[in-house]
């Protein structure tokens, strides 16, 4: 049923309209933009939105008015805002702060612990505001995780994602216990042995000579990618610029605990060697209390002969010709052989300490290999954990007040050359979020329990004016782009990923927030995937991109692209449309012209959400 009030418009139960929009009015929103979240919330109230963001841009200690944190807001405003809300039947949604660091703790150095726990405690501000203010809902919160290459092979075939032109091929991989970074860039060159076949590992089967079977080398150095491309693992699949780091870890490892062994050996010999000759010297301490000169010629022996020949302990005497020959090697041989004992004994020593040394440095190579792993898997178990420890405070945050609706933590990918600004590496995050906080939940429910708490409290933000900025690193043509990304978003929405939505345009290259059809953004195509494969949340029109004073348009734009309904109000018919509404109803103080959503002034459709939200006359 439609009410025609005077002149053309149409209402969402239309025959006509069907065709013509993707999203109904009441499903899209705005956000308020940086600035007082209650005077924000009251601007789009008046703009007619439906629902409302209440972003924050301090962290720490905030300072109103210029970077406002959820604590800049006490009791009174926040009850102020829920009431605001609740009288308009204006759902309000929130943005933890856009200047908290990341999830994952990532810093300069690494990874830090510390920093997470900070990220962690800002999310908390947010939790604590929307219980307050919004009674529930999304917590957004931005997933600049690590900064990471953009490369990405085999998207459709020869087409790829690509930084520049020749961009090498690029491996993080982090400590575990740390956070350390170490990167490996495929264009370093590393000197190698030659394989001893195609495909096999040249450190643990190199190719020696027939002759000597000393092991052949390459004769220049070799480039960490070529080497990679050269091996294979024992599955057959090709070798990743990790694993080829691992093996040439894995030789040093050899090498020192070789050279370990080596010195090892050394220093027992030195100790049978000691202890023989301290055997000697008790012997010749006896026969000199009877024979000095006979305890003398056993000395002299051990060092030099008689006809001249060298004896085993000649390397700690004097040579012949020196000046102090004849006094320690003829006149005081037994003293010269403590001498050397003493020497032996510490030759003993240092050969077990450079044993000890190597020893140590293959035992902290070999725990370098078995704890440092792909950035990805660091990372992301830090990112994790994070949000499952906000998600089990919003948890607990939401059964304390007794909240009708979750509150979830919905990271938003944000930046294509940062962790999380991927598609498939979002999916990672919430589920692997997930899998954190049933991980933490099982000890007071079944796990099924714990499973549907940890999908209903860790959900993603889907920004597509962020996702479309890959665009640039594309290779392909704007068909074959727009076809991944529409499947990647079907595929995100299918598994339940999805579970709130930033609506901005851009043209590819950065995230502008160019009001919604005024880029290249596939807004409608977007949210027309993700609704066929089941999503029914809300969106939101970010602001940023529009003219001086006209923010607005962020909202009406949204609802002109999507082709949402609006009625006339006024009785002329004089052609009234998108443009008059925008100038109409901003900036004068007449009453607007016109109605936005399912509202007609009948019984019929009382209770709808209506343009200004007061009665018309």
């Known amino acids: 049923m439609s009410q025609k009030f005077g002149g053309s418009y149409w209402h969402a139960l239309d025959k006509d309209s069907l065709v013509k929009y993707s999203a109904d009015i009441k499903e899209i929103g705005v956000s308020?933009?940086?600035?007082?979240?209650?005077?924000?919330?009251?601007?789009?109230?008046?703009?007619?939105?439906?629902?409302?963001?209440?972003?924050?841009?301090g962290a720490g200690k905030g300072q109103r008015g210029q970077r406002p944190t959820p604590e800049s807001y006490g009791r009174d405003e926040r009850e102020a805002m829920r009431q605001l809300a609740k009288v308009n039947e204006v759902k309000i949604t929130t943005h933890s702060s856009f200047g908290a660091p990341p999830l994952s703790g990532f810093g300069e150095g690494g990874f830090n612990k510390d920093v997470a726990a900070n990220s962690v405690q800002e999310l908390k501000k947010a939790i604590d505001f929307a219980a307050d203010v919004a009674q529930g809902g999304p917590i957004v919160v931005h997933t600049g995780e690590w900064q990471r290459p953009v490369r990405m092979e085999n998207v459709f075939g020869k087409e790829k994602f690509q930084a520049y032109e020749g961009e090498p091929e690029t491996a993080l991989l982090a400590h575990k216990e740390t956070g350390q970074i170490v990167a490996l860039k495929g264009d370093i060159t590393i000197a190698a042995p030659e394989a001893a076949g195609p495909g096999v590992d040249p450190w643990l089967n190199p190719k020696r000579d027939e002759v000597t079977g000393d092991i052949i080398w390459r004769k220049e150095p070799i480039k960490l990618s070529q080497l990679a491309a050269e091996q294979k693992t024992a599955e057959g699949k090709q070798k990743t610029l990790a694993e080829v780091y691992g093996d040439y870890l894995a030789k040093e490892v050899a090498l020192e605990g070789g050279e370990a062994e080596r010195y090892k050996e050394t220093a027992r010999d030195a100790r049978k060697q000691g202890n023989k000759f301290k055997e000697y010297y008790n012997d010749i301490e006896n026969i000199k209390k009877v024979n000095p000169n006979e305890a003398n010629w056993k000395a002299r022996d051990l060092f030099y002969r008689p006809t001249g020949e060298r004896g085993p302990l000649a390397d700690f005497a004097p040579s012949m010709d020196s000046k102090e020959f004849e006094e320690k090697v003829i006149q005081k041989p037994v003293e010269l052989l403590k001498e050397a004992i003493k020497k032996i004994d510490s030759q003993e020593r240092n050969y077990e300490n450079i044993s000890k040394s190597y020893e140590a440095r293959a035992i902290e190579n070999k725990h370098r290999i078995d704890t440092t792993k792909p950035i990805e898997e660091v990372g992301l178990q830090r990112t994790a954990n994070s949000i499952a420890t906000a998600a089990m405070y919003a948890y607990a945050k939401e059964k304390k007040q007794n909240l009708k609706e979750p509150i979830f933590i919905a990271p938003?990918?944000?930046?294509?050359?940062?962790?999380?600004?991927?598609?498939?590496?979002?999916?990672?995050?919430?589920?692997?979020?997930?899998?954190?906080?049933?991980?933490?939940?099982?000890?007071?429910?079944?796990?099924?329990?714990?499973w549907k708490v940890a999908n209903d409290h860790i959900k993603a933000t889907i920004d597509?004016?962020?996702?479309?900025?890959?665009?640039?690193?594309?290779?392909?043509?704007?068909?074959?782009?727009?076809?991944?990304?529409?499947?990647?978003?079907?595929?995100?929405?299918?598994?339940?990923?999805?579970?709130?939505?930033?609506?901005?345009?851009?043209?590819?290259?950065?995230?502008?927030?160019?009001?919604?059809?005024?880029?290249?953004?596939?807004?409608?195509?977007?949210?027309?995937?993700?609704?066929?494969?089941?999503?029914?949340?809300?969106?939101?029109a970010e602001v940023g991109g529009q003219p001086e004073g006209k923010l607005h348009e962020a909202l009406l734009g949204s609802w002109r692209s999507l082709n949402s309904p609006v009625y006339r109000i006024d009785p002329g018919g004089s052609g009234f449309g998108w443009s008059d509404f925008g100038s109409y109803s901003f900036g004068r103080t007449t009453n607007p012209f016109s109605i936005v959503g399912e509202y007609s002034p009948s019984e019929e459709f009382k209770g709808s959400p209506f343009y200004s939200g007061l009665g018309l006359e």
């Open 32 to 57: 308020h933009g940086i600035g007082d979240s209650l005077q924000g919330l009251r601007a789009n109230i008046f703009v007619g939105a439906p629902i409302v963001e209440l972003g924050f841009s």
């Open 464 to 540: 597509i004016g962020h996702a479309y900025t890959w665009r640039k690193y594309f290779s392909g043509n704007d068909e074959d782009f727009k076809k991944w990304l529409m499947n990647e978003m079907k595929q995100l929405a299918k598994e339940g990923i999805i579970g709130h939505v930033h609506l901005t345009d851009n043209f590819g290259y950065d995230d502008e927030h160019l009001t919604i059809g005024e880029g290249n953004v596939p807004v409608r195509e977007f949210i027309d995937e993700i609704k066929k494969e089941g999503y029914k949340g809300v969106m939101i």
């Open 412 to 450: 938003e990918n944000v930046f294509a050359e940062t962790y999380g600004g991927r598609p498939d590496e979002l999916r990672e995050i919430i589920k692997t979020s997930r899998k954190a906080m049933v991980e933490k939940l099982k000890s007071n429910m079944s796990e099924d329990e714990a």
